[in-house]
């Protein structure tokens, strides 16, 4: 099974990847997580990008593209993939089905996890990190019980850049403006699925599986 995840920042694309990736035993491909690991290791790479995205902007597409060609080059990927995070414009979009058709392979679903506006800048905005351990809170849905503290060390809790609310405005506007339109390029290919976030993550599991069986 060979699967594109689509949605807005905040959508909860990476949950429901992880939990598809286990069930169908294939590797879960996220850009953002490579890109990640090579700004925490100083990478030119990482370097490069660090700054644009901490801005809410897109990395540059030959950048990304070559990231993805050596991901699905390794073993793992021969019985299948998700690719959560890419391609994120129609030009993505196109250089990936050239990709691909050179690999003598093809996208068989692309399934776009569909979440308002409104609540993505309230889950994103609430989000609270601890910044020593990394573990992960929630003003309204996961709050600490030491208030500004982490339950689990104890260190101040801090809200990342890209939770800011301006900056989800600015991811939330590029995504709109580059990355929505790519519903309709996989809808005139007959691989689109749309999937209602669900607020019970269970409910929007289950209107995964279904979607990825249709």
Do not use: W
């Not at 801090?158 to 995504?175: C, S, T």
């Amino acid at each position: 099974m060979r699967l594109i995840l689509l949605g807005a920042p905040g959508a909860g694309k990476g949950t429901q990847a992880d939990i598809v990736a286990e069930k169908y035993n294939i590797p879960q491909i996220s850009t953002g997580a490579i890109l990640r690991e090579a700004m925490a290791a100083k990478t030119p790479l990482g370097i490069k990008v660090e700054e644009i995205i901490k801005a809410g902007s897109l990395v540059p597409d030959e950048d990304v593209v070559a990231i993805v060609r050596e991901r699905l080059l390794q073993p793992d990927c021969r019985n299948g993939f998700i690719l959560d995070g890419f391609p994120r414009t129609i030009p993505q979009a196109k250089a990936l089905d050239q990709m691909l058709s050179e690999m003598g392979i093809a996208i068989d679903k692309v399934v776009s996890i569909e979440v308002g506006d409104e609540d993505i800048i309230c889950r994103l905005s609430g989000r609270r990190v601890c910044q020593k351990c990394g573990a992960t809170f929630h003003t309204a849905y996961k709050p600490s019980q030491k208030g500004d503290a982490c339950d689990r060390c104890g260190d101040s809790l801090i809200v990342r850049k890209d939770d800011q609310e301006d900056v989800i405005r600015q991811r939330l506007e590029v995504y709109h403006q580059q990355t929505a339109p790519l519903k309709d390029y996989y809808a005139a290919q007959n691989k689109l699925r749309l999937v209602m976030g669900q607020e019970d993550l269970a409910d929007t599991t289950a209107l995964m599986e279904k979607a990825l069986q249709d």
